[in-house]
């Protein structure tokens, strides 16, 4: 795979230099939201933040977090630092609890959003002889169109497929010679999955990059995605999200320790996200970003609800970056069952492991007297098993003890059968809470 | 001398099983014997049917969790005692017997008795020495 930098000034920059590049355009940022975002300027004017009183990077602290809620409350142009005829591009999210946040995009964020998504291309193996797939959604969403011009700018041969009709993406895959593809990483197995259902060998693809994300993908999910591919696939991680202009936030580079953050855009915090403190440098907890160069829709100390951590030594590939380390969890998916916290991801890395059953599960949450019980549903694929019921409730032991180990709670695992559980073309549902249904 | 049985693993929700025979009767497939045991969660259906490989196949392509093992099948006389001589011989030889089920053949009046044992070879051998009929694949596939 190739192992190059796309852009080593910004990325290998002495931690020094990177500090002082991010203190002057922070600086710039308050006075730009001062001036032209009134939401900022009202809460400024009570805090009595001015640019001149930022002096040092920590000094960050001082300034106030902007949620979800505060986009949803200033639905739909609020928040926009610019007129509106200056905004070339708006996208959207989906709105499904109330107000959709709408954020907008100057031609020169475009031009950004496009440099930080080429970055973390470049970091996944992409270059400019790539035959990239975009099996994202086109639309409002962020993820096919960051990608698309993210990889366009770095010369790559870009198939804008969008998302669905599983026949026609593996027959292009076949046709084309496809080497890249940008897809959910449920969605990249699924493909798999069906490829191998419609008996064409793996040979007949050339696929060796996976540019996976828009949700989250364990280390071992991975290993599962690469080897169902075969040939010497390689997926890497990649985050961001619409409010921060989308993907290329951060991204993985082959040796995937960390994401690396295009840090000149982005200036990372990580809080405690009950108590809003800022922890010291590799603690874990909540990611809060300020994107540094957005001028259509500022965004100053966004909570994401994330949950991460984030190393600030240099990476072996070269780059100084800081990286952050893949989503362990969601503040606002956690679960709390019987008082402790559930994070999916943890079923998740336990049931990677068991080749018996399948890579798609379902958590059942239900409230049953006074108490919460947890189920997860699991497909069996093996059909050896059937021999005897001994060996499936072996195995159904096997996975209850996994997991019970790791929740540290009483679980109850249900086989099912195949494709009994939904699959997913966007973001997975992983979880059902019926507790107060 | 083996006859192949189809395991289909079943989840215990309403519809499952009109929708697995359903499968079989839509590809023309008939049913010899079956047999179901549940747990609370699910179940194992074990099917002899007059074609198990494209059983197997039909199966699997409607995306079903499906196994063959080899069971045996041995012819039990309409007489009282004869079940047990069977039983017997197997006990005898120290052959443990994991699940059975049995039909009535349509000829002569026999019963045909399915057997999922520990070591096939070992118990055809037995049970032909004491001779207890061991039916062939193709009777039992068209009876």
């Not at chain 1, 610019?82 to 995009?105: C, F, K, L, M, Q």
């Not at chain 1, 076949?174 to 197995?189: E, H, K, M, N, W």
């Not at chain 2, 009535?104 to 049970?127: F, H, M, P, Q, Y």
Request: charged share 25%.
């Amino acid at each position: 795979m190739v192992k190059k930098i796309w852009n080593p000034e910004m990325e290998c920059m002495k931690r020094a230099d990177m500090e002082a590049l991010q203190l002057e355009r922070l600086k710039a940022l308050v006075d730009y939201c001062d001036k032209n975002v009134k939401f900022y300027h009202d809460r400024f004017v009570k805090m009595g933040i001015t640019a001149d009183k930022i002096k040092v990077l920590s000094d960050i602290q001082y300034l106030p977090y902007t949620t979800k809620a505060d986009l949803r409350d200033t639905y739909p142009f609020g928040m926009f630092g610019v007129d509106r005829r200056e905004i070339v591009r708006i996208h959207a999210s989906s709105g499904t609890t109330g107000n959709p946040t709408v954020v907008g995009y100057t031609k020169e964020d475009l031009g950004h959003w496009a440099e930080q998504v080429a970055r973390i291309a470049t970091a996944g193996g992409a270059d400019e002889n790539s035959l990239v797939q975009i099996c994202f959604g086109y639309g409002l969403f962020t993820g096919a169109l960051g990608l698309h011009y993210g990889l366009e700018k770095i010369g790559a041969t870009v198939v804008p497929i969008s998302s669905g009709n599983t026949e026609k993406q593996l027959k292009f895959m076949r046709d084309f010679g496809t080497d890249t593809i940008v897809a959910t990483p449920s969605y990249c197995l699924y493909l798999a999955e069906s490829a191998r259902e419609m008996g064409i060998s793996m040979e007949n693809y050339n696929l060796k990059i996976g540019l996976l994300g828009s949700e989250g993908c364990t280390p071992e999910m991975r290993d599962q995605i690469e080897e169902r591919w075969g040939n010497g696939f390689f997926v890497s991680d990649n985050y961001g999200m619409s409010e921060l202009n989308g993907p290329g936030l951060s991204g993985e580079c082959y040796l995937r320790d960390g994401m690396h953050i295009a840090e000149d855009h982005f200036l990372c915090e990580v809080i405690n996200s009950e108590t809003g403190d800022v922890l010291d440098k590799g603690e874990t907890g909540e990611l809060v970003v300020t994107n540094l160069t957005k001028r259509g829709i500022p965004m100053i100390r966004y909570r994401t609800k994330d949950i991460t951590y984030i190393n600030y030594e240099p990476c072996e590939c070269g780059r100084t970056s800081a990286r952050m380390h893949k989503i362990i969890g969601r503040s606002d998916d956690m679960l709390k069952i019987r008082g402790v916290n559930v994070f999916p991801s943890q079923v998740e890395s336990a049931l990677i492991g068991i080749s018996e059953i399948g890579p798609h599960y379902l958590l059942i949450v239900r409230r049953e007297g006074y108490s919460d019980t947890l189920e997860i549903k699991v497909e069996l694929i093996d059909g050896s098993l059937l021999d005897k019921y001994g060996i499936l409730e072996a195995l159904q032991r096997k996975i209850h003890d996994r997991i019970k180990s790791i929740l540290g709670i009483e679980i109850k695992v249900t086989l099912a059968e195949p494709k009994s559980i939904e699959r997913f073309t966007g973001k997975a549902q992983r979880v059902v809470d019926l507790r107060n249904k | 001398m083996l006859i192949k049985q189809i395991s289909v693993f079943v989840e215990n929700k309403s519809g499952r099983l009109a929708e697995i025979t359903s499968v079989l009767a839509d590809n023309g497939i008939d049913i010899r014997a079956l047999s179901i045991a549940d747990t609370t969660d699910f179940g194992i259906l074990r099917l002899i049917v007059d074609k198990p490989d494209q059983a197997e196949k039909v199966l699997k392509e409607a995306g079903m969790t499906v196994s063959l093992t080899n069971v045996i099948a041995i012819g039990i006389p309409d007489t009282p005692g004869a079940f047990a001589k069977a039983m017997k011989v197997l006990s005898d030889t120290g052959i443990g017997i994991e699940y059975m089920y049995a039909f009535i053949s349509r000829d002569e009046g026999r019963a045909c008795v399915l057997l999922r044992v520990t070591d096939n070879e070992e118990a055809v051998a037995a049970l032909r020495k004491n001779d207890i009929e061991i039916f062939e694949e193709d009777k039992v596939y068209k009876m």
